[in-house]
């Protein structure tokens, strides 16, 4: 989790990261990582075929969110079209900051957790849900055409 939320957030900033995940290139699991920047590798059965993918397919925010008075807004363009989430609930606001690095799945309310999840915001990785999303501090483009 910890290599995952470094590859999140170098990828927030613009920079390349070398990276080699473990994935079974045989489901499409890795499409929920596909906002991060591409590895260099993917290991497993069919991971040349995922590294191709997910390099064609990759683009800077594909999958962010940013803060607003009030909100949080997550743009999310992984499946292909594009989702707007704004996440406005003072207590769903309130769980993402532990989110970001990891939080045990229990600690985390369970409607809070189960919406997130539904919405492909977080992730399970054992006893931990992890927030997915990273975060821009600007538009990459100008605010008239976003």
Do not use: N
């Not at 927030?12 to 990276?19: E, K, Y």
């Amino acid at each position: 989790m910890r290599a995952l939320t470094l590859v999140r957030d170098l990828t927030s900033h613009g920079i390349a990261v070398d990276w080699r995940p473990a994935l079974d290139g045989e489901d499409e699991s890795w499409r929920r990582l596909s906002h991060l920047y591409p590895p260099g590798e993917v290991v497993g059965r069919g991971g040349e075929r995922v590294r191709d993918a997910w390099r064609e397919s990759y683009f800077f925010c594909k999958c962010f969110y940013r803060h607003g008075p009030g909100f949080l807004q997550v743009r999310d363009w992984r499946t292909g079209e594009l989702r707007r989430i704004t996440i406005d609930d003072p207590a769903y606001r309130a769980a993402v900051e532990p989110l970001l690095h990891g939080q045990v799945s229990t600690s985390v309310a369970p409607a809070v957790l189960d919406a997130f999840t539904g919405a492909g915001l977080v992730d399970i990785l054992g006893e931990y849900a992890w927030w997915m999303p990273y975060r821009v501090r600007r538009w990459p483009q100008s605010h008239t055409t976003v």
